[in-house]
């Protein structure tokens, strides 16, 4: 079994920065694909960010050139940096290990106008 557990979350206003991060832990006998997701209220989860083991991240349109995603294989962690924050960034992001196969619970991201 996999743990993934989320970190980060919080209250800042818009055109603050926020830095998530997301360890995985447990069972794990190969480094796999990571990628945070995001739910805002009333909306369906949708991808922000991925990355592979080795190679090119991916960004949704709305926060290419403001978030980054990074991380570090040795410590099976991800990192997402993100910059001038806006209210519709507003949600709970969800952070994924495995192409979908493990979860975190979440980390609530609340930008004030």
């Known amino acids: 079994q996999v743990q993934v557990v989320e970190s980060g979350g919080g209250l800042v206003q818009a055109g603050g920065s926020l830095r998530l991060s997301c360890a995985a832990s447990g069972s794990i006998f190969m480094i796999k694909h990571m990628a945070w997701y995001r739910q805002a209220p009333g909306k369906e989860r949708e991808l922000v960010a991925s990355i592979p083991p080795l190679g090119v991240a991916y960004y949704a349109g709305s926060v290419k050139g403001r978030y980054t995603i990074s991380r570090d294989n040795a410590r099976n962690t991800v990192y997402l940096q993100m910059n001038n924050l806006k209210p519709e960034d507003t949600a709970v992001y969800y952070c994924?290990?495995?192409?979908?196969?493990?979860w975190g619970q979440g980390t609530q991201v609340t930008v004030s106008s």
């Open positions: 994924n290990y495995g192409s979908g196969e493990y």
